[in-house]
């Protein structure tokens, strides 16, 4: 690009951008998105360092519902960075988070008689099944599919029928008898999670952070480069050479039908809780989670330990957008698309930098 | 006793919505940029036509305004994966959120507000004749635009210079930069042209064909768009067909209320297009059939200038 007679042009880094300066280089440009998205409210005739005061404020007042709203965020962040690094891209985490509410609500009014104890693991577990099954046609699209965007554009897909077949029961088999309305009757109490006394944080955040805490701990923490397990180096070459990895003897089918497993299961155990631990009854509509997940397991740098204070920032973006009035619910997901393509330049600027030059 | 007549229809009145934005994206695809991001420019163009409709009670400046939005969109896609040369999946899919965000913000006035929308536009001569007059040509203009442009994208893609320019920058952009192509110049202008396409099936979304704004109208259909382009194996023409073919699916739904409760029946745009892409991807995934059906082979490979 020419400005008078300067000439700006990129010029590759001798060493790239890593470590502590990368994690500050990442918030660095997360802030220049903040900018950007007050841009567009001051367009909209919003005040935005108004707006963003009264967020925080609203979060500081609130912490115990940021945390609640942080346990989906983070299993849906995590559950989508671990096919991501494997450069396979299930969109649809939305989809999957359905499936999972649905499951958890059909569970508890299939066996309401059942003790909490052993309820409640059944509900995480056949949610798990039905959300991982539910991911696997994004599996054999990306292994099959025959063009680029197979498994986007399934995945996506794939979120509307689950989306339909929640309206449907909600409306039909399911609609609460005593006051006709489209949602479900109440759960069961024994179907009910447990919550920390005096908040609305519910038990699964400990499932959540430990499923968390092991995924770091076995795929992504490098021993001399490697991790610990096996799937996790299949993980990486899959992502950075899928060739070099077929040629090696690896099974790239293996590999992202893990992955999609995990994704899958990952984000309907958010479902369970949400349905199960916050709003204790299935509506007709889905808070949109699924689509904030892509952001979150994006702005963490797909990485277990960054997703853990994304999926914080987005929670408090969420609750912080009870502050907002004349803004309606989807800013949220103009944060994240923002975010996410000032996360893509922030990559870029890891080894890249803009130079000048004087051109005669 | 179902209307033929209104039943062939607003399957022409469901198809443009596909076309448009489809004859876009092919462009954008034949020169090797995946723009994931159409649902989010339509949806936002879709919002921000009929809120400046509205305002202005001038409907081309609507249209012309979601067009103009569907551009400005595509660059942002177009300058992270061609300047910044960064995935053009992940950049699509935050462009779709971010329109997505956009649209709820652009369009919160406008919310169930009417306007007077497109008006039929009546062709002397074709409008008159029996049933194919009634079906294709008693609809908004842009219907007609539709027509007009698949032919011509056709043509400038296969039978002219600038086409073969195109089809070449997609298929090996080294080779043509080294023949003196400018091809980021090329890829940014198609992926532009594929941006103010799906603007104006947005545009057409929202002021000629359901009339109203709702925050996600679109139900996910721009993601048909994106399986729709391969179906139609990157030609304008298999376009045509497809759109035609999908909007049958869309709206079918209408026409099997009775036998079928209706969420089943929304699902069934969807469920067929995942089911049609199965077995065109059988058909693709075969080496020899992709090469005979010309797919760009660098298709969502960024491309560095060494």
Redesign the interface.
């Known amino acids: 690009m020419r400005i008078l007679n300067h000439r700006l042009f990129f010029q590759k880094r001798i060493e790239p951008i890593t470590g502590i300066n990368a994690i500050l280089f990442r918030i660095a440009f997360l802030l220049f998105g903040l900018v950007v998205a007050g841009l567009?409210f001051l367009l909209?005739g919003v005040n935005p360092i108004i707006t963003y005061i009264d967020m925080i404020r609203v979060n500081l007042l609130l912490i115990p519902n940021t945390i609640a709203r942080f346990i989906p965020l983070l299993a849906i962040g995590l559950g989508l960075a671990i096919p991501f690094k494997a450069r396979v891209?299930n969109?649809g985490a939305e989809g999957q988070y359905i499936i999972g509410m649905l499951t958890a609500t059909g569970t508890a009014f299939l066996f309401p008689d059942l003790p909490g104890i052993i309820l409640i693991p059944l509900m995480f577990v056949n949610a798990f099944i039905l959300g991982a099954i539910w991911a696997i046609?994004v599996v054999?699209?990306r292994a099959?599919?025959?063009?680029?965007?197979?498994d986007?554009?399934?995945s996506?897909?794939?979120?509307?029928?689950a989306l339909?077949?929640m309206?449907?029961l909600v409306?039909?088999l399911w609609r609460d008898p005593e006051t006709g309305f489209t949602y479900s009757s109440l759960l069961p109490e024994n179907a009910q999670l447990p919550k920390i006394p005096g908040t609305p944080i519910y038990i699964s955040i400990f499932l959540i952070l430990a499923i968390t805490l092991l995924v770091y701990y076995f795929l992504f923490r490098n021993i001399d480069g490697i991790p610990k397990l096996k799937l996790g180096y299949e993980i990486n070459v899959m992502g950075k050479n899928p060739l070099a990895g077929r040629i090696a003897g690896m099974s790239f089918f293996r590999v992202i039908l893990i992955t999609m497993i995990f994704s899958g299961g990952m984000a309907a155990i958010a479902g369970v809780g949400e349905v199960a631990g916050n709003a204790l009854r299935l509506g007709v509509k889905s808070q949109g989670y699924g689509?904030t997940g892509?952001?979150v397991a994006?702005l963490g740098g797909l990485n277990p330990l960054g997703i853990i204070v994304s999926a914080l920032f987005f929670a408090a973006l969420k609750v912080g957008g009870l502050a907002l009035t004349g803004?309606?619910?989807?800013?949220?997901?103009?944060?994240?698309?923002?975010i996410?393509?000032f996360v893509?330049?922030s990559?870029?600027f890891f080894r890249f930098t803009i130079k000048m030059r004087r051109e005669s | 006793m179902v209307d033929y007549i209104l039943m062939f229809s607003s399957i022409v009145a469901a198809a443009t919505f596909f076309l448009l934005p489809t004859l876009g994206e092919i462009y954008a695809e034949r020169s090797g940029i995946?723009n994931?991001g159409i649902?989010?420019m339509i949806i936002a163009s879709a919002a921000f036509s009929y809120a400046i409709a509205y305002s202005t009670q001038n409907l081309w400046i609507g249209v012309l305004s979601g067009m103009l939005l569907g551009g400005v969109l595509s660059g942002?896609h177009a300058i992270?994966s061609i300047t910044?040369?960064?995935?053009q999946?992940?950049?699509?899919?935050?462009?779709?959120?971010?329109?997505?965000?956009?649209?709820?913000?652009l369009g919160?006035g406008v919310i169930g507000k009417a306007i007077d929308t497109l008006e039929n536009v009546h062709i002397p001569f074709l409008s008159d004749i029996p049933f194919i007059g009634e079906i294709f040509f008693d609809h908004p203009i842009l219907v007609y635009f539709s027509y007009i442009m698949v032919p011509i994208c056709w043509f400038i893609l296969y039978k002219t210079r600038i086409g073969i320019l195109i089809r070449s920058v997609g298929e090996n952009p080294e080779a043509a930069y080294n023949q003196g192509v400018n091809v980021n110049l090329l890829r940014f202008a198609c992926v532009i042209f594929g941006g103010m396409m799906s603007g104006l099936g947005g545009a057409y979304l929202s002021l000629g064909y359901l009339n109203f704004w709702s925050?996600g109208m679109t139900?996910?259909r721009g993601?048909?768009v994106?399986?729709l382009v391969?179906v139609a194996l990157w030609n304008p023409l298999g376009a045509f067909l497809g759109s035609y073919i999908f909007g049958t699916f869309d709206v079918m739904k209408y026409y099997f209320q009775q036998f079928l409760?209706t969420?089943?029946l929304?699902?069934a745009p969807?469920?067929s297009?995942?089911l049609f892409?199965?077995i065109?991807?059988?058909?693709?995934?075969r080496q020899k059939v992709?090469s005979i059906v010309g797919?760009p082979t660098s298709?969502?490979v960024p491309f560095e200038k060494s």
Not at chain 1, 144 to 150: D, V
Not at chain 2, 90 to 100: E, K, P, Y
């Open positions: 567009i909209n891209d969109i046609p054999l699209f099959k599919g025959g063009f680029q965007g197979a986007v554009v399934v996506f897909l794939l979120v509307f029928p339909y077949l309206e449907w409306s039909d689509y892509i952001a994006y803004i309606p619910a989807t800013v949220l997901q103009l944060f994240s698309g923002i996410i393509f893509l330049l990559e870029f | 995946l994931l649902e989010g942002i992270i910044f040369t960064r995935t999946v992940v950049s699509g899919i935050g462009l779709t959120i971010l329109g997505t965000g956009l649209s709820g913000i919160r925050e139900q996910g993601w048909i994106i399986a391969v409760p969420p089943v929304k699902m969807h469920v297009t995942i892409l199965a065109w991807g059988i058909i693709l995934s992709k797919a298709l969502a």
